[in-house]
């Protein structure tokens, strides 16, 4: 039965590229989430070494009314 040997060969292949998708999309998930706390955590090293420290800072205020942001 040569027909369910490729059947069982096909349904094989499609069970590897999903789990290579699922496996491929989390470690892309786990490097940016890696990458965005180690820039966080650099750019407040280099903010608290100008005197930026209240956490407060680091966030960007609203534009004052009135003007527009280019």
Do not use: D, K
């Not at 040997?5 to 590229?17: D, I, K, P, S, T």
């Not at 290579?20 to 965005?36: A, D, P, S």
């Amino acid at each position: 039965m040569p027909e369910f040997a490729e059947g069982r060969r096909y349904l094989e292949e499609q069970a590897l590229r999903e789990a290579t998708y699922e496996h491929e999309r989390r470690y892309r998930e786990e490097m940016t989430r890696q990458t965005y706390a180690t820039s966080l955590a650099r750019n407040q090293r280099e903010w608290e070494a100008i005197g930026i420290h209240a956490p407060s800072e680091w966030v960007p205020r609203p534009a004052e009314p009135g003007t527009r942001r280019r």
